[in-house]
């Protein structure tokens, strides 16, 4: 690069020069390419990392969503057979584990944005998008979240009437 540099400043004038003063662009367009793609890899890592880390805590919340409906229904087993009063108590859990589980998520969401937004991962426009649109998982899990919540919040206020009037 320094011959390049001598020979295109010592023949500025002429078609030499003017062929190694392309070169040389050429060959820093191609390093700044370089720079560019492995920004542009290392970005679409961390994208990558992002989603995996959203998909993670869709899994172990939806986890904790089935356990507290299967919580409900063994204690709906239990009232049966040994007379007391267990599916009310599973209502409060199962209202517990939705709200947290929606707020939990919610914020999870929010500071994945945040964190893609700050480290200049996505635009303004796609993060509005990513808003607008969420990922059908998450939207999903948080549907069953809420409905979880409601279906708690029943069972705890009118589970012992419920027992009653089934059997």
């Not at 560019?36 to 986890?63: D, H, K, P, Q």
């Not at 409906?69 to 007391?84: N, P, V």
């Not at 409601?150 to 089934?166: A, E, F, K, M, S």
């Amino acid at each position: 690069m320094g011959v390049a540099a001598n020979l295109s400043i010592g023949e500025s004038g002429s078609d030499l020069g003017r062929e190694q003063q392309t070169g040389r662009s050429i060959k820093l367009s191609i390093l700044r390419c370089g720079i560019v793609n492995t920004a542009t890899m290392a970005n679409e890592t961390r994208i990558r990392s992002l989603y995996a880390g959203l998909y993670r805590t869709i899994i172990r919340f939806g986890l904790l969503i089935a356990a507290a409906w299967l919580f409900a229904a063994f204690s709906f087993y239990l009232s049966r057979k040994t007379g007391t009063d267990w599916f009310s108590r599973s209502g409060a859990v199962m209202a517990l584990v939705g709200a947290a589980v929606t707020f939990r998520l919610a914020n999870f969401y929010q500071r994945a944005l945040a964190t893609a937004l700050k480290e200049e991962l996505v635009s303004v426009s796609k993060e509005i998008e990513l808003h607008l649109d969420p990922p059908k998982s998450y939207v999903r899990l948080l549907y069953f979240g809420y409905l979880t919540g409601i279906v708690g919040t029943g069972i705890w206020g009118y589970g012992d009437l419920l027992v009653r009037l089934i059997f």
